[in-house]
């Protein structure tokens, strides 16, 4: 490690700096080895993830650059599982030092993957080495040929070489830096969700109603998304007939066609005996993570089923790539438990007992990062679709768009209030997360990540908070200084509130659900949950622009 400290980052890399983003991003630093190169991006304002597969070498990493915007995970090339578990796309992907240890076989796949995690108008850039491997050490020859035939074949330029000696003075060793760009809508997604939205033929509101779901689980639920190749993503089928049926449900009671000559809400295949059992549940209750039992979990389980075979059968179906009958979505597994419990958690687990939906990965990056433009067009779709099959034309469309607005969580903190109030009770004195003060009589219950931009009532984003410092934050984002300052109280609290209480299994499943990164690991710590935060944070600080608080 102290070697590759000994030369500055300016001293290694100052041919391509002129050529880097300017304005801050997001930095993937694969290999990022010692952590020099990821910290002089941090330095600069981007949000670094960097990930190196050497745990001993990422530890000492980070211990050495304490700094607030890197986030460290473990991973590698060719595979990046866990960096694409995070739902991130970066501006740019950094390969210092790293492709002489990729073995050519893994090459081209290494490539397809950083294309994937690139945005449009984003780069890469990677240092080859030339000149001889060291006894003891595993290293393949390197090319910029080879380079470029595979930037040509993802459809990225080369925009910049240099060639420099080796500045540690090794006889013999020389060095290449080449920086390759994505052209923007290089992911040729968002074209193929216009052409289903606006272009394609349509006999019901299903192929809109299942593309809405979609991006409704890419917006607040990435965290369910499992990694299932190079080229797709794999979402619970039950979790996509969750959404299914809350999407449909006011509609519905509400006796609103969903296709034409459907009055009175007949003909629908996923309205039966189930789904007409919900009818007084609200869709606060049909949630990831809640608990059914008895007669509830009975017709929760049968409406699951019967939306998920209409989803399989129907849109998932029927949605197919232009010019061709090639599904877009493929559905695999079960319909459900084979057993019908009384009891059952709204979990991972279960909801992939219905199988899984394949979403194509290009797509699934599209409606993570473009979920506040491609939501209101699906919207308008639906609602005129609606419109047209009501030979009255009522109600209005107003009418409509109340019903298919998203119910989300509501803005409820009595949960925490109730659980701090309980552990004063035993004899626990109970802090301010952001100023370390004791909290008295007068406190408040602080949504970390502010529910006005991210409407998110899990216990994990519930903070207990004096009231005076409460209303300075107000609805702004908390830096990464503040988080990392406040990270002990923060893992105490999670720890006392939740995890060891009869809530615990309730908050993980919260977690891994809503953040990236909590899923890297079977069984997550609070350690993984709290870089699932960071991380998170980082996303509507890209994504939102939103302002920023500090408690410093």
Known sequence: MEQYESC?????????????????????????????????????????????????????????????????????????????????????????????????????????????????????????????????????????????ILAKRFGLAVTHLTTSQDKLGRDGISWQSILLQLPDDGLGALPLLRHVILNDSKSSTYKLALLRILVRIADSATGMARDLDDDSVGLPLGLVALYWIRSFKPLVENNIPQKPFNKRGTGLGFVKE??????????????????????????????????????????????????????????????????????????????????????????????????????????????????????????????????????????????????????????????????????????????????AAWPCNDLWNLFPSNAQVNNRKKDRLPDPESLLNARSRILEWWEVAWQNSKLGERFVEEAQAALPATTVQQNCSLEDIFDGLMLQRAVLKRDQQLREWSCC
Not at 47 to 70: S, Y
Not at 283 to 294: N, Q, S, V
Not at 295 to 314: E, F
């Open 274 to 451: 189930g789904f007409k059992m919900l009818r007084n549940e609200s869709p606060y209750d049909l949630r990831i993570g809640a608990r059914f039992t008895g007669n509830r979990a009975k017709a929760l389980r049968g409406a699951l089923r019967d939306a998920r075979n209409t989803i399989v059968k129907m849109p998932a179906n029927y949605i197919t790539y232009p010019n061709g009958d090639q599904p877009v979505f493929l559905c695999e597994g079960g319909g459900g438990p084979r057993i019908n419990p009384n009891a059952f958690t709204l979990d991972r687990a279960y909801l992939e007992s219905f199988g899984v939906l394949k979403v194509p990965r290009n797509l699934w990056m599209a409606m993570s990062r473009y979920a506040a433009w491609i939501e209101p067009t699906l919207l308008n779709e639906w609602v005129e679709m609606m419109h047209s099959y009501e030979a009255d034309s009522s109600p209005s469309r107003q009418d409509y768009y109340k019903l298919l607005r998203w119910l989300d969580p509501e803005h409820d903190t009595r949960g925490a209030r109730k659980r701090v109030e309980e552990l004063r009770k035993a004899g626990k004195t109970i802090y301010c997360l952001w100023s370390k003060k004791r909290l008295r009589d007068a406190f408040a219950i602080d949504h970390c990540l502010p529910f």
């Open 8 to 148: 500055a980052f300016m001293e290694v890399h100052s041919s391509v700096v002129d050529f880097l983003p300017q304005e801050s991003g997001f930095v993937l630093d694969i290999g990022a080895g010692s952590g020099r190169d990821a910290a002089w991006f941090a330095a600069r304002g981007h949000e670094v993830l960097a990930i190196d597969p050497a745990e001993t070498l990422r530890n000492l990493a980070k211990d050495h650059h304490q700094t607030a915007n890197i986030r460290w995970l473990h991973d590698a090339l060719p595979t990046l599982t866990n960096v694409l578990g995070t739902g991130l796309i970066f501006d740019l992907i950094w390969l210092s030092a790293v492709w002489m240890h990729i073995a050519p076989a893994d090459r081209q796949r290494s490539f397809r993957k950083m294309v994937t995690l690139l945005r449009p108008g984003g780069k890469i850039m990677l240092s080859l080495r030339s000149g001889p491997i060291p006894e003891g050490r595993i290293m393949y020859p390197t090319s910029v040929e080879e380079v470029e």
